[in-house]
Structure formats: C-alpha cells, structure tokens
C-alpha cells in the first residue's frame, strides 16, 4: 500500500465548475499538507500549505485536512481553462521543506 | 525571488555515455537540495537529499554508483547519471531549500533524460 493516494484521473469539468481533488494517507505521522500545481513538462509550483487539521483559502483556493479520516482535499472555484494542469498532493511530518511524500497527481482539464 | 534553475532542460545521450545534470539556486542559498525523478503519469519520486558539503542521503532502492550527487557550494547540486540505460529515461526534477525555510522547498523545471 503507498503511503499517499491519488486518484490519477483524468478529471475532465466544464469552465467555471467547482473541482474536487483528494488524497488519502497512511502515515500518521504527517504534519504538513502541501498542494502543488504542475504544468506539463514543468517542475511542481506550490499551491496551498497548510499544518495539521483545518481550512485554508486563498483565492480561488481552498485546502482542507481531516487528520482523524487521514484525509486531505483541494477545491478550486470558478475553475479556468488556465487552471489544466496535474495537482500534487504531497505530505511531511516535518515541513514543506525537508522530504516529502508526494500522490501520483491528478490531471485535470477545464473545458470551454 | 527564491528560483531554481536546472541545466539541461532536455538532453538525449547514447547507452552507456554519462550525463550530469546541474541544479542552480539563483537567488538564495540552499543548505538542502532534493533530486527527484517522475516517470510519465507517475508521481514524483524522491532520489537524495543533498546538505552543502557532505555526502548525499540516498533513498532506499536509488544506486548510490550509479546516480552521484554532489553538492559543492550554497547554489549548486549537480546529479551525474553514470553509464545511462534506457531505464533511465525520466525526468529529472530538483527542489531547495533554505535554512529558516522550514515550510518551502522550490522546485527547479525539470531536466528531460532520453538514453538511446
């Protein structure tokens, strides 16, 4: 079983729907809850952070941890065609940057 | 600020040839760097973690002989694949981090590696 899980899609929505991406993990031990967005033949560009359980907005972004369900979820709003691209959930028990465990992404397409 | 380049962004070399790979940080001073690889539709794969002046850290399963890593100054980390196999052939992605950044490591665009 890996430790991270991603559903790899791909996800195909309309322009202006509400995306859902999730992870799920094993390790307890994880602390930290990062989201990155990778453009194709690009390296990863971080997202979101966030530390132990709660929300977080940021604009058109919100990233949620559920430690008791070992759970993790990115919404993005009003989703744009500039928003296609594959989303990353990566985790440490450290902090974002010392090693991270990282989903196999999901791809994502908005269409027009 | 706080980018990280790589060099080559694309390289194509014979089976069996060597293939070093340098990753820059610009505008900071990285104390760790990460060297990564993703295979297609794959997940970023952890290979070393790397602290100016000493030995790298290797993930179990990575050939320590086979993928050197060096990490001579503050902004430089250099990955050399040592006689390439078609296997091989990945991307190759680095990250930095800085002391103090505890929560930020940045990623450098990748370095495609082809081995005929």
């Known amino acids: 079983q890996k430790e991270v899980e991603q559903d790899p899609g791909p996800l195909s929505v309309p322009e202006g729907a509400i995306v859902s991406l999730n992870c799920t993990y094993s390790?307890?031990?994880?602390?930290?809850f990062m989201w990155y967005r990778q453009y194709s033949r690009k390296g990863p560009e971080l997202l979101m952070y966030t530390y132990s359980s709660g929300n977080k907005e940021d604009g058109r972004f919100t990233a949620q941890v559920d430690k008791s369900s070992k759970y993790i979820s990115l919404f993005i709003r009003d989703s744009q065609p500039s928003d296609s691209a594959t989303y990353l959930c990566a985790m440490s028990p450290t902090g974002g940057g010392n090693k991270l465990t990282f989903g196999t992404g999901t791809q994502l397409k908005v269409e027009l | 600020g706080a980018v990280v380049s790589q060099h080559p962004s694309w390289v194509i070399c014979k089976s069996g040839t060597s293939v070093k790979i340098e990753c820059r940080s610009l505008d900071f001073q990285a104390t760790t760097m990460f060297w990564y690889r993703q295979f297609p539709k794959q997940s970023l794969m952890l290979m070393a973690t790397s602290n100016e002046g000493s030995k790298a850290t290797y993930e179990q399963g990575v050939e320590k002989d086979k993928f050197l890593i060096n990490h001579a100054s503050l902004t430089l980390s250099t990955l050399t694949v040592t006689s390439a196999h078609p296997e091989d052939s990945s991307f190759y992605i680095c990250?930095?981090?800085?002391?103090?950044?505890?929560?930020?490591?940045?990623f450098g665009p990748g370095t495609r590696l082809t081995v005929l």
């Open positions: 990250s930095a981090s800085y002391s103090g950044s505890t929560d930020t490591q940045y």
């Open positions: 390790n307890s031990a994880f602390q930290y």
